[in-house]
DNA sequence: GCATATTAGTGTCCCTGTGACACTATGTCA
DNA sequence: TGACATAGTGTCACAGGGACACTAATATGC
């Protein structure tokens, strides 16, 4: 080639979401400089090519240290790029989509001033820099077409769980009920799960507790719960 | 931020498949300088921040240099990344897979002479440049996946076609044999194409031809095609 | 201890859409 | 005109989700 190309901007951000109480929940940062300063964004950064192998890894890295640990999931969404999304010219980013266990990062994020969880369904009433709120949509109904066919969701608990917990974490998804036989049939079908020695109380019978199965990679089912 | 970032090459390379003969095929070009020199390789480049409103347009606009077209389909396909996928250096790179019929490219393409469709099974015996080789693996198995729960294919036949036409691109996609009955019926459930008034001669009876609405979306059905 | 409420887990029927495959329809060609 | 080839239909079996009633086990109040 003999023309020479201005490398635009090139920023790798995340959208880490969690259920807490029945409600999605994504993770957002107050951005401290220009521009958008003070409004909420999504965490990210640029690559350090020193130190981060992929761009995998920057995510990663970005999200542990906003939140103390690295999320137990992490896929690409998509990349969105364009002249006009911000002001300081034509730049290129790179988002991913994550989940983490509420029950783990609770006692780290408080911690952290400047990371905040917000309801994705109260989004409206914040001041979001950039695009990042069309991303967090694009992710969420990502998350939502996945949590039809797959059982992406056990990401967003704990290594044990009862059939109950997914439940509401897979209704706070996709907003709709289901019916926890069919998801104790894909439980059983997917054969990712193992049934834990324990059982704990949840205010009537027992509940057994789920783990799974270590190194078990997620299955996708052949037909989507309806919606 | 207070430290300085290099920032590494970003490339947006693309996967262009057509169906021949039943048969799976790739767009390559040979590489004209190094590394890899002599070697086939995606079609690709660096966006153009004065012409490219974004990273569609430059994959769209790479396509269209080398077949003289637009692709009928064309979608992100995944960021591949690392400090040694290129010899010159930690490098990014955006890659897409698209789609075009065969009929419609087969006129343009023999004047190109650095470009030719190969074999997406015949790859064994061709020599790639970088990871190439790969990201084929991985567009071929994201369309074959599409496949099963989407009419995705259509866009690797011309404006007007027949259901074996389909049928046979399909076929040439998920390497197994399809039901005729069951596309019939997809094609009727979609509700995204129009019979057209015409019939076609194919040895025997007469085949209905279709087309696809004009500004109609995709659907996505809710029970994949058996494997 | 016993009834009742509460949540966990099971049994079973219906419904929908795919797989399989035989059957009918309509064209070509000898 | 009859053989053949491809297009299109009818229909049954099968699988898995939706719905929902039923059983199981635990807590609580009396």
């Known amino acids: 080639m003999s023309t020479e190309y201005t490398n635009p901007l090139f920023t790798v951000d995340s959208v880490l979401f969690t259920v807490k109480n029945g409600q999605l929940m994504v993770l957002l940062v107050k951005r401290a400089q220009a521009p958008f300063t003070g ?49 300081r010219g034509f730049s290129v980013t790179l988002a991913y989509f994550a989940l983490v266990a509420w029950q783990d990062v609770s006692p780290q994020i408080s911690s952290v001033e400047s990371a905040s969880w917000i309801a994705v369904n109260d989004l409206k009433k914040t001041n979001l820099a950039f695009d990042h709120l069309q991303i967090i949509q694009m992710a969420k109904q990502r998350l939502q077409q996945k949590t039809l066919y797959s059982m992406t969701p056990v990401f967003c608990l704990p290594g044990q769980f009862t059939i109950a917990q997914l439940k509401t974490v897979i209704e706070a998804i996709i907003e709709k009920p289901i019916q926890r036989k069919s998801l ?41 719960l309806s919606l």
Do not use: C, H
């Open 39 to 87: 409004d909420w964004a999504l965490p990210g950064g640029f690559i350090d090519v020193q130190q981060d192998k992929n761009t995998d890894a920057t995510a990663s890295r970005k999200l542990e240290a906003k939140t103390g640990l690295k999320p137990a999931y992490l896929e690409q969404l998509q990349v969105i790029s364009g002249p006009d999304r911000d002001p």
């Open 184 to 224: 104790m049939r894909r439980i059983e079908a997917s054969g990712i799960f193992e049934i834990s020695e324990e059982k704990i109380p949840s205010g009537g019978r027992m509940a057994q507790l789920y783990t799974l199965k270590p190194g078990a990679d997620l299955v996708n089912f052949e037909r989507n």
